[in-house]
């Protein structure tokens, strides 16, 4: 089975990692798309989260990084994957997750959605907590991969919320 993976991933946290790490074991093979949503305000740009990305899945056989703009269904086709994988860290991000993967199915009838709750001891954590808390100087070493933790660092040095 193909699957793809996709979110901002500004930063990436310990907990993309961790379903990255899951979603591995269940599929020959793993897309991480990494997705340009102009309606966000991101800390990083595009190219530098797909680097990052890349970097923290560089230990995974199976797993190769993409960046795409537009929407999944188009990313789905060009790829012929079989599925989706999301992750849910509260009952909430399931129930959204729940109603996206209709709303995909609806569009393409060959899409399967399949949703990892988190792991509890990464619950707490988002790559918007994530950001706030690296701007006013938290250590966020525990909430997101090694290779990411310098170039937090280097993106909210001096730079304001």
């Keep these: 089975m193909?699957?793809?993976?996709?979110?901002?991933?500004?930063?990436?946290?310990?907990?993309?990692?961790?379903?990255?790490?899951?979603?591995?074991?269940?599929?020959?093979?793993?897309?991480?798309?990494?997705?340009?949503?102009?309606?966000?305000?991101?800390?990083?740009?595009?190219?530098e989260r797909r680097g990052l990305m890349s970097q923290v899945c560089a230990d995974f056989e199976n797993v190769d990084v993409d960046a795409f703009s537009g929407l999944l269904i188009?990313?789905?086709?060009?790829?012929?994957?079989?599925?989706?994988?999301?992750?849910?860290?509260?009952?909430?991000?399931?129930?959204?997750?729940?109603?996206?993967?209709?709303?995909?199915?609806?569009?393409?009838?060959?899409?399967?959605?399949?949703i990892l709750p988190a792991n509890p001891a990464f619950l707490h954590i988002s790559s918007s907590m994530v950001k706030e808390a690296a701007f006013f100087g938290c250590d966020v070493s525990g909430m997101v991969p090694e290779a990411v933790l310098p170039e937090i660092s280097r993106k909210t040095k001096d730079a304001t919320l």
């Excluded at 379903?19 to 990494?34: D, E, F």
């Excluded at 009952?91 to 609806?106: G, M, N, P, Q, W």
Aim: proline share 3%.
């Design 2 to 47: 193909h699957a793809i993976y996709s979110g901002s991933f500004d930063p990436p946290t310990m907990g993309h990692l961790d379903v990255i790490r899951r979603a591995s074991r269940l599929c020959g093979r793993l897309t991480v798309a990494v997705l340009n949503n102009p309606d966000k305000k991101h800390l990083f740009t595009l190219d």
């Design 74 to 114: 188009d990313l789905f086709d060009k790829t012929g994957a079989d599925a989706v994988i999301r992750g849910a860290r509260t009952v909430l991000d399931y129930e959204r997750e729940f109603i996206t993967s209709h709303a995909l199915k609806s569009v393409n009838g060959r899409i399967e959605t399949l």
